[in-house]
């Protein structure tokens, strides 16, 4: 299955210039990553996030939001958030920046 284009043209306006984030296409879809750490991406037509295990009850509880369960078996510390939840420019740039300072406190690779 395609990636939204249009999602991933959303968040890279979002994203802007940052130097310390790289495209990358992954997994059937395209990946954001904050150095060399993967912080969102687009899979289909819902946003992948990096939450991290601390961060994941509070994400998880937010409407429009589901396991990431790519393979079937759920992926600890991501989620996926639905289209209607980042139909809004604003809550899309929440959940990247939630993702981007995640994948930011990690070690670079």
Known sequence: ???????????RHQIGSNPN???KKMFG???????GNMAVGVGSDELMVRVGLEGYEEAIADPGVR???M????MKGWVL???QTV???SDLNDWIDVGMEFAGSL???
């Open 67 to 69: 396991d990431f369960d």
């Open 21 to 23: 984030v790289v495209e």
């Open 1 to 11: 299955m395609a990636y939204s284009e249009v999602l991933a043209d959303r968040i």
């Open 71 to 74: 393979t079937g078996k759920r």
């Open 107 to 109: 070690p670079p690779k």
């Open 81 to 83: 958030v639905g289209p």
């Open 87 to 89: 139909a809004d420019n």
């Open 29 to 35: 879809g395209v990946a954001f990553m904050n150095q």
